[in-house]
Every structure is written in C-alpha cells, then in structure tokens.
C-alpha cells in the first residue's frame, strides 16, 4: 500500500512563526505536490517537485517555500506565518510522467495561525 | 472566469439513486481528467481517470467526458451510504502529470 504521511494532523502556530510541515512518502515517487484545500475554493497547488532537489511554483507559492534533500521527504515551510495561510494542506506523490498519474495524498495537517 | 466550476452542493440523495456529477472548465488544453472521492477528515483518492472524450466505466462508477463542450461528468449507479463524501474534479495542464487544476468538490450524502 502507498502511503504518505504528514508529520501533524493539526498545528496551531502564532502570526509571524515559522512554520515547517513534513510530508514522506514510501513508495519511491518521483514527484511529490504541497496543496491547501479551503472551503469554496477546492485544492489549489503550492509548489511541486519532481526530482530530489528541483520545484516549480503552482498557483499561489506566494509566502511559501518548499524543500525536497531526500526522494521520500518534501517539506513545505511558511516563513512567516499569517492568518490567512490558516487552511487544510495536503500533501501528494505520484510516479513520474508516462506511468500513470494518480496522486497519492496524506490526510492532512489543519493549520490555525492566530 | 475559473478554470474548472462544480456545483460544490450538498447534494443528498436517497440509496439505490443515479448520481450525476459534473464539471465545466474553460482551459481547452487540459488534457487528462480524473474523479478523486474524498470521506471527511481524509485526503482525496483517485476514483476515475479518462484522456480522451467518451464514456469509462469501472463498477457502479461511469466517467464522462465531452471536450467539445469542455463538460465532464461521473455517474454512480446503484448508490450506496458508503459513497457519502466529496467528489472533486481534476485535470491536467501538462503532458506529465504534474500540474493539476482541482474543482471545488461536491458533496454527496446518500441517504439509507
């Protein structure tokens, strides 16, 4: 079975704090994907990686950064922490292009920033 | 405009229904399209996934998709209470599979 973990299923940070969250994955993927998923709104992708050590922005990377050093692990980071990145974050893997693109998702980390 | 609208519902239903899913998206180059179901407090799951235009069917579960009227739909026959959760439409902006543009999600609640 794939799994993807996240290292918090909920978090409560201050404004202004930096904020780390851990994804790992086991099952030797090549890409892997940081979303927020927000009510009305639905997923909407941070940053994605397909390599050790390579990114590329989604959609709204605005106040985040992201940093992939081993194949199994991508950690999205706020680097100051802001109430309006209070959200749903979902990490994901998938095998690379060519083999299928289903997304493997964690279950979550519920983010309050006060 | 957005790129993909769904109705985000709730849309309730009584058990043994046809359910009609759908989505409308504007961006003519998606290229794949696929139904990720998610259960609450849970990360969405690949249900369905298609290419071309047409109809795929898996189970009690049918895939549609028109790229002409840029419409794609899933039906769920036979519903049961365990299909209560929230359906999201996905589609591909590239040819590698990674850079995907998610509808809102609809929920669905299946009444026994």
């Known amino acids: 079975d794939v799994k993807v973990t996240q290292s918090s299923r909920y978090l409560v940070k201050r404004t202004g704090e930096k904020v780390f969250l851990e994804c790992v994955q086991d099952?030797?993927?090549?890409?892997m994907f940081w979303y927020r998923q927000d009510p009305g709104l639905g997923l909407r992708l941070i940053y994605f990686?397909?390599?050790?050590?390579m990114k590329e922005k989604g959609d709204i990377p605005e106040g985040y950064s992201v940093s992939r050093e081993k194949k199994e692990r991508f950690s999205l980071i706020l680097e100051s922490a802001s109430t309006n990145q209070t959200s749903m974050y979902l990490c994901?893997?998938?095998?690379?292009w060519g083999q299928g693109y289903e997304q493997y998702f964690g279950p979550g980390t519920r983010l309050t920033v006060t | 405009q957005k790129e993909v609208e769904q109705d985000p519902g709730p849309l309730s239903v009584p058990e043994g229904a046809i359910v009609s899913l759908n989505c409308t998206y504007s961006?003519?180059?998606?290229?794949?399209f696929m139904w990720y179901r998610q259960y609450s407090r849970k990360g969405p799951e690949l249900l369905m996934y298609?290419?071309?235009?047409g109809n795929k069917e898996d189970g009690r579960f049918t895939a549609q998709v028109d790229k002409s009227s840029k419409y794609i739909s899933l039906f769920i026959r036979d519903s049961q209470p365990s299909d209560s959760a929230t359906y999201l439409c996905?589609?591909?902006?590239?040819?590698?599979?990674?850079?995907?543009?998610f509808g809102p999600g609809t929920r669905l609640s299946v009444l026994p």
């Open positions: 994901a893997s998938s095998l690379e």
């Open positions: 961006n003519s180059a998606f290229q794949y």
């Open positions: 298609t290419y071309s235009s």
């Open positions: 996905a589609m591909s902006r590239d040819n590698y599979g990674q850079n995907f543009v």
């Open positions: 099952m030797d993927h090549e890409n």
């Open positions: 990686s397909y390599d050790v050590k």
